[in-house]
């Protein structure tokens, strides 16, 4: 089989750095061009990093994209025009952006996961089953923590925990979102779910998610220790989104989870 040629983006960051190491010792890519939103003067890999062009992309099978909402768009519109692939990482979308990456994967196959770790996207779908089960007499929420470098919050799996929860009321996420404290040592359980985002040191991703009656708790959580789960993770996406239609794809979809 063919080699897949692949395209990482945001290559100087935390997450592109990895996705380096990572797919150099995966048999399945052939990475061709890395890129950055700023000029890079070093080679890596053998590969001199550009700006986001249509030429820098042009022989690529597939982009991973693990950068800021802005450049992600960006990459967006020049895979659109190339009919390139694109698993995208980034997180801290807005409705807007988020719409637009809906209308580009009516030309391009994108697959969008907030986390590409196949055990969080595992606890993800067990807090919808677990909101669905409950029921309303649970009120519910939401906790996360990451390094100190990480700007947006709630986190995008924070995000994903809270669609999770939504699907199992039978509600959208954003009409029942409540309040998103930072660095609070403590937060209160609400009708809407309220989130708590915890910055600080090097953690790679701390997320809980509590469910209560006032009578008892339900706790389901997970701990990442290393990134490389992530940058793994979106390889096999990129493996999986090859031979896929133009659509909206998420991890969910590649793990067959009903």
């Not at 960051?13 to 190491?21: T, V």
């Not at 990093?49 to 020049?78: G, R, S, W």
């Not at 659109?80 to 990456?101: N, Y």
């Not at 100190?148 to 009409?175: F, H, Q, R």
């Amino acid at each position: 089989m063919r080699k897949i040629n692949l395209a990482i983006t945001g290559c100087m960051g935390r997450m592109g750095q990895k996705l380096i190491k990572s797919s150099s010792s995966d048999k399945n890519f052939n990475l061709v061009s890395l890129t950055e939103n700023r000029k890079i003067n070093k080679i890596i890999r053998g590969i001199k990093p550009e700006l986001n062009t249509i030429n820098a992309l042009k022989k690529a099978d597939v982009i991973i994209d693990f950068t800021i909402p802005k450049c992600t768009l960006e990459v967006l519109k020049i895979a659109s025009k190339q009919k390139k692939r694109v698993v995208i990482g980034t997180t801290g979308f807005s409705k807007k952006q988020e719409r637009m990456i809906k209308n580009y994967s009516k030309k391009i196959p994108i697959l969008k996961a907030g986390n590409m770790s196949l055990g969080v996207n595992l606890l993800m779908y067990l807090t919808e089953i677990a909101s669905k089960s409950l029921g309303k007499k649970f009120l519910s929420k939401v906790y996360e923590v990451h390094h100190k470098g990480k700007k947006d919050y709630p986190s995008g799996t924070a995000l994903m925990l809270g669609e999770g929860i939504a699907v199992g009321k039978g509600k959208n996420l954003y009409s029942i979102i409540g309040k998103k404290y930072l660095n609070k040592k403590s937060f209160p359980y609400s009708k809407t779910i309220n989130f708590n985002s915890i910055r600080k040191g090097e953690v790679v991703g701390e997320h809980e998610v509590k469910f209560s009656s006032g009578k008892e708790i339900v706790t389901l959580n997970h701990e990442s220790f290393d990134r490389a789960l992530y940058s793994e993770g979106a390889l096999v996406a990129a493996k999986w989104l090859k031979n896929k239609k133009p659509g909206l794809y998420s991890m969910r979809d590649l793990l067959n989870f009903k």
